[in-house]
């Protein structure tokens, strides 16, 4: 019986030693463990649900805005040296002194073709850019306005252009749409057929008076052309363009008017003359 009772106690006191090792690894296992993850947690441990995040510094703003320049005030050009040209066209023109001209104003710019703003009626103009200069003189109370190049080689009176009388002879005499249009030229004192227009001709040949043309005094010109527009019940006549190569005109059925006749009307009647075989130029009496 007592070895019995031995047996048995010592199967309990082998259990307890076993009990007592693995509770004192386990407890080994643990403190490593915590060793390991020994960084504190990134949330709130106590109510996890509700994480605290860990507050960043601000960041340094290292921009330093650069010093705004000083406007600069933009120079007066100085006065071109030829407006005392212009004065002095203005002077004769007026038939006033010099002294009673006075400039108020001038700038320096920038024209869009060779007109410098102020183109003359029935005129083509090179359309390139051209800078220059704007003047405007002052003369018993009335502004005059010139318009140059830049060295002044080149100037419009711009005020006596825009005071320039025109009238579009088309709408004045009703010469659209003739059936025919003849033209004919001087030759030994007698106008003889150059060439008869018809269909696109005279399309070409309206469009080149279809404009506001200047309207001049007129004066003694012997006519080297005479152009009939030719309608069913009725001629209208404009003679045109003198000896001398003048770009004059009149109608017929004008008294009082004539015209300076438009430069794409003479490129026109330059052509129909070119097309003559020799000698081709009218002769006069």
Known sequence: MSNLNFSINKNNFLYIIVGISVAILIIIIIIA??????????????????????????????????DTPTPQPTPTPEVPSFGGLFMAELSNKLNIKSSNIKLISYEDFIFNDSSLDCPEPGKFYTQVITPGWKMQFEADGNIYEYHSNLDGSYYIDCTSTK?????????????????????????????????????????SFIESLDDPIKIIEKENCNFLY????????????LFSICEDGKKYGEFEISEDKAYEMPEGFMNLIGKYSSSLSFPGKPSLD
Not at 36 to 62: H, I, R
Not at 226 to 237: A, G, P, R
């Open 163 to 203: 005071n320039i009388e025109t009238t579009n002879v088309l709408k004045k005499f009703n010469l659209y749409s003739p059936e025919t249009i003849d033209v004919y030229r001087r030759n030994n004192g007698q106008f003889l057929p150059l060439i008869e227009l018809k269909g696109d001709e005279i399309k």
């Open 226 to 237: 005479k152009i009939s527009f030719v309608f069913k019940e009725k001629t209208h006549n």
């Open 33 to 66: 463990s915590n060793n390991l993850n020994s960084d504190p947690p990134g949330y709130n441990a106590v109510n996890p649900q509700f994480a605290t995040p860990t507050p960043k510094p601000p960041e340094k703003d290292d921009y330093v805005p650069a």
